[in-house]
């Protein structure tokens, strides 16, 4: 089994560099890790930038036009790796005491205030435009559905037959959108862009046209984040849940003994956490965030357009 994070922080790393570049401090960020890092990332960018306002940003991550053309950025380039002469701001040796954006903050030795948590995304306006021309035969609430994470652990996967239960009785309230291929049983108000499984900026696009996010914490949460949608969010027991937590949100956890417990191999006792997240409760949980939808902006859902 995998051990918990030590208790441990890292020396505070400065990442500037007085060499200059236009006569400018540089700073070099690598960031190999996934779209949820990357994004867990922008917010320390920004306390960057206001620190230093002249600095030239260069960034190495997995997916560069994602942030390349944000204020933040002077250079986003492509690497899954460490780069030379760069600052990698690994947050699993730190405690676990804050969301993790403010630890990557203080990894790259800049505060992040509570209030300034969340990321940012480069949404691709044309992409955007076409998700919302082909959803608009479709009635609202359009509600994101993210199934499964990738795959580096099956622990912060909901059971199958959850998600089954759960969307049989949802999708006869809601337009359920997912990034997958139909199947033989898919509902007719169930829009499927498969497309978006390979293309990040199709993902985001598509979010950001959705009226609400469901599913664990990943990578399209926190674009749900950047795009300010309100989410229902199935944490379980894996992590500790105020590590993502993010304004508007509503998380669904499990208390058990062993949790959090940052497992990679299989869960010893079934994924016990997630088990006991009832299908019935994230139904209700999601109706309430769309009745909170619908008051707040005058809307009258589940009707065609």
Not at 180 to 193: G, I, V
Not at 236 to 250: D, K, Q, S
């Amino acid at each position: 089994m995998t051990q918990r994070p030590t208790d441990q922080h890292p020396t505070d790393q400065s990442p500037t560099d007085q060499r200059p570049t236009d006569q400018r401090p540089t700073v070099r960020i690598s960031q190999p890790g996934g779209l949820g890092d990357l994004l867990l990332m922008t917010p320390a960018l920004r306390a960057l930038r206001r620190q230093q306002p002249d600095l030239h940003l260069t960034v190495y991550i997995r997916f560069p036009d994602l942030v390349g053309a944000l204020p933040t950025v002077d250079v986003a380039l492509f690497s899954d790796r460490h780069e030379p002469d760069s600052v990698y701001p690994d947050y699993m040796p730190c405690r676990k005491d804050r969301h993790l954006a403010a630890i990557i903050g203080r990894c790259l030795g800049v505060e992040i205030e509570p209030a300034d948590l969340r990321p940012e995304a480069q949404v691709d306006a044309a992409l955007r435009s076409e998700y919302a021309a082909r959803l608009s035969a479709y009635p609202r609430p359009w509600v994101f559905v993210q199934r499964r994470i990738g795959g580096f652990t099956d622990n912060k996967n909901w059971p199958e037959p959850h998600w089954q239960a759960l969307l049989g009785a949802l999708g006869a309230q809601v337009t359920l959108v997912e990034c997958a291929a139909p199947a033989a049983d898919t509902q007719s108000r169930h829009f499927m862009a498969p497309e978006c499984q390979a293309d990040v900026a199709r993902l985001t696009a598509l979010i950001d046209v959705c009226d609400l996010f469901l599913g664990p914490v990943s990578g399209p949460l926190h674009l749900a984040a950047a795009c300010h949608k309100p989410a229902v969010v199935i944490v379980g027991g894996f992590e500790e849940p105020w590590l993502t937590a993010y304004p508007g949100h509503v998380q669904l956890t499990a208390e058990l003994p062993c949790a959090p417990c940052w497992v990679l191999e299989p869960c010893p006792i079934g994924k016990r956490c997630l088990q006991q997240t009832a299908p019935q409760a994230v139904l209700a949980a999601v109706m309430a965030q769309v009745h909170r939808l619908e008051g707040e902006t005058g809307i009258q859902f589940w009707s065609q357009p």
